[in-house]
């Protein structure tokens, strides 16, 4: 198990911005890919990024052009910087590696 805390959520209109991180003491990156998820309210958590050990990364089409995953290996944390930010964007975002999950951080985008 791989303890994982992720920060940087809130509150934000649309079209703003927001960056989270997720960072896992001790834990070296290259080890596994790393990955973003979220949940909205009442609905099936969905994948939303991806990072490599390589570096390469990946995304789904809701977030492409809008949302940017990188990684820091001297820090362990990975990031996700996330622009021009939707209502739909609204949910529970958690990081997973290595078969773990991060408690998530919420981020709110109001109209």
């Known amino acids: 198990q791989v303890k994982l805390v992720e920060e940087g959520g809130g509150s934000v209109q649309a079209g703003g911005s927001l960056r989270l991180s997720c960072t896992a003491p001790?834990?070296?990156?290259?080890?596994?890919?790393m990955a973003w998820y979220r949940q909205a309210a009442g609905k099936q958590r969905e994948w939303v990024s991806s990072i490599s050990t390589y570096g390469s990364t990946t995304y789904t089409d809701s977030v492409k052009g809008r949302f940017t995953i990188s990684k820091d290996k001297a820090k362990d944390t990975v990031y996700l910087q996330m622009n021009n930010l939707k209502p739909e964007d609204t949910a529970m975002y958690s990081c997973y590696t290595c078969r773990s999950w991060g408690r998530g951080t919420q981020v709110t985008v109001s109209s």
């Open positions: 001790g834990f070296t990156s290259d080890k596994c890919g």
